[in-house]
């Protein structure tokens, strides 16, 4: 049975030098496959006779269940080593910094949180949300405003222009929110209550302006609203805004086409270095313009101006924010600088709301 120690010497130099399952397979395979060296011998038991079968049986059976073994010792030791290599290779430092998720991270723009804080006091005012497209017509921005034709006025706004159209009509970035005004009285049945934010443009720019910024108008019309209930409505407004219990303000008459009467409104401050504090101090800072809604202005929106009144009034977005924020200069508001944002940015999840409070 010489050839029996060899072949188990050669299928054991195999097995020991596969250096990997694959090859431990073809080492098996070699030996007990089909048409393996072993199998091979198992076969050649049937040609021979009893006798001879009596002592190549055990040791060619012998010779099959060492070599399964072996190999599945050789396997058990290469899956064990393919398992420590990877646990080597895969492992996960746990005492490194955790990155933080971008929840913790991200920071919203001061204009989106001044928005929300806008949005959350007009609602529990009772307003709704109206909105405009930023391509308006001149008609719409001017004209159905009681803008008459040639007036400076309509030069005071620096106006964006588009070419001409074809009807002659010229388009223009709205250069206010008050367009919306006409569109809403066009779409809506009074009693109508809205506030309408947006993008507004003008080609300007220094510390306190910017060629696209944001305002926030108010309309209220109906049979019977008077320029006490606007004075009202200003003066919660200006209080649930500064999170302040008193402001003082005081109505300035002013000029627009759209209002009769019309008024700029100040709120009385008091500037420590920085910063400004507010129901408090002798100074004035002029947040809004407002009045009562000009009787062409009605009609041009298709209503009745001897049957409905009422009053709007629109400020800049982009400047209660940095009056209620102390951020010193409107053009960083878009720069896209990151680290402003991570400055002067807001949590995303702390939401504005009345009753868990606005800015804390
Ligand atoms: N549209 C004006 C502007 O951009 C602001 C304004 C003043 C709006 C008085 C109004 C208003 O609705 O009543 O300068």
């Given at each position: 049975m010489a050839d029996i120690e060899t072949l188990e010497r050669d299928i054991r130099a195999a097995v020991t030098a596969a250096g990997d399952e694959a090859s431990l397979d073809e080492a098996r395979v070699a030996a007990l496959g089909k048409k393996g060296s072993v199998s091979e011998l198992l076969k050649s038991l049937?040609?021979?006779?009893?006798?001879?079968?009596?002592?190549?049986?055990?040791?060619?059976?012998?010779?099959?269940?060492?070599?399964?073994?072996?190999?599945?010792?050789?396997?058990?030791?290469?899956?064990?080593?393919?398992?420590?290599?990877?646990?080597?290779?895969?492992?996960?430092?746990?005492?490194?910094?955790?990155?933080?998720?971008?929840?913790?991270?991200?920071?919203?723009?001061?204009?989106?949180?001044?928005?929300?804080?806008?949005?959350?006091?007009?609602?529990?005012?009772?307003?709704?949300?109206?909105?405009?497209?930023?391509?308006?017509?001149?008609?719409?921005?001017?004209?159905?405003?009681?803008?008459?034709?040639?007036?400076?006025?309509?030069?005071?706004?620096?106006?964006?222009?588009?070419?001409?159209?074809?009807?002659?009509?010229?388009?223009?970035?709205?250069?206010?929110?008050?367009?919306?005004?006409?569109?809403?009285m066009e779409t809506q049945k009074p009693p109508i209550r809205v506030v309408i934010p947006g993008r507004t443009y003008r080609c300007d720019s220094d510390q306190t302006h910017t060629p696209m910024f944001h305002q926030l108008e108010g309309l209220v019309i109906d049979e019977t609203t008077h320029i006490g209930h606007l004075k009202w409505v200003l003066e919660e407004f200006c209080r649930a805004f500064f999170e302040v219990d008193r402001v003082e303000m005081r109505f300035r008459p002013s000029y627009f086409p759209f209002t009769e009467p019309s008024m700029e409104v100040d709120i009385r401050c008091r500037r420590v270095g920085n910063e400004i504090r507010f129901g408090e101090g002798d100074d004035w800072l002029e947040i809004l313009g407002c009045g009562m809604v000009h009787p062409n202005v009605i009609r041009n929106g298709g209503l009745d101006p001897d049957r409905y009144q009422g009053f709007a009034w629109g400020m800049g977005i982009d400047r209660i924010a940095m009056l209620k924020y102390g951020m010193p200069d409107l053009r960083a508001f878009f720069d896209a600088d990151v680290r402003w944002l991570n400055h002067y940015g807001f949590r995303p999840l702390d939401l504005p709301t009345l009753a868990g409070g606005l800015s804390s």
């Amino acid at each position: 049975m010489a050839d029996i120690e060899t072949l188990e010497r050669d299928i054991r130099a195999a097995v020991t030098a596969a250096g990997d399952e694959a090859s431990l397979d073809e080492a098996r395979v070699a030996a007990l496959g089909k048409k393996g060296s072993v199998s091979e011998l198992l076969k050649s038991l049937g040609a021979m006779s009893p006798e001879e079968r009596k002592t190549a049986g055990p040791a060619i059976n012998g010779l099959r269940d060492r070599v399964t073994e072996a190999i599945a010792e050789r396997r058990a030791v290469l899956r064990e080593a393919a398992l420590a290599r990877r646990l080597t290779e895969e492992a996960v430092d746990v005492t490194l910094p955790v990155r933080p998720a971008p929840i913790a991270t991200g920071r919203l723009h001061p204009v989106s949180q001044v928005l929300d804080e806008i949005t959350a006091i007009c609602a529990d005012l009772g307003f709704a949300i109206a909105e405009g497209p930023d391509i308006e017509t001149d008609t719409y921005n001017f004209t159905a405003l009681n803008f008459p034709v040639g007036h400076p006025a309509r030069e005071m706004h620096d106006t964006f222009f588009l070419p001409p159209r074809a009807d002659g009509e010229r388009l223009l970035l709205r250069t206010h929110t008050s367009p919306v005004q006409i569109r809403t009285m066009e779409t809506q049945k009074p009693p109508i209550r809205v506030v309408i934010p947006g993008r507004t443009y003008r080609c300007d720019s220094d510390q306190t302006h910017t060629p696209m910024f944001h305002q926030l108008e108010g309309l209220v019309i109906d049979e019977t609203t008077h320029i006490g209930h606007l004075k009202w409505v200003l003066e919660e407004f200006c209080r649930a805004f500064f999170e302040v219990d008193r402001v003082e303000m005081r109505f300035r008459p002013s000029y627009f086409p759209f209002t009769e009467p019309s008024m700029e409104v100040d709120i009385r401050c008091r500037r420590v270095g920085n910063e400004i504090r507010f129901g408090e101090g002798d100074d004035w800072l002029e947040i809004l313009g407002c009045g009562m809604v000009h009787p062409n202005v009605i009609r041009n929106g298709g209503l009745d101006p001897d049957r409905y009144q009422g009053f709007a009034w629109g400020m800049g977005i982009d400047r209660i924010a940095m009056l209620k924020y102390g951020m010193p200069d409107l053009r960083a508001f878009f720069d896209a600088d990151v680290r402003w944002l991570n400055h002067y940015g807001f949590r995303p999840l702390d939401l504005p709301t009345l009753a868990g409070g606005l800015s804390s």
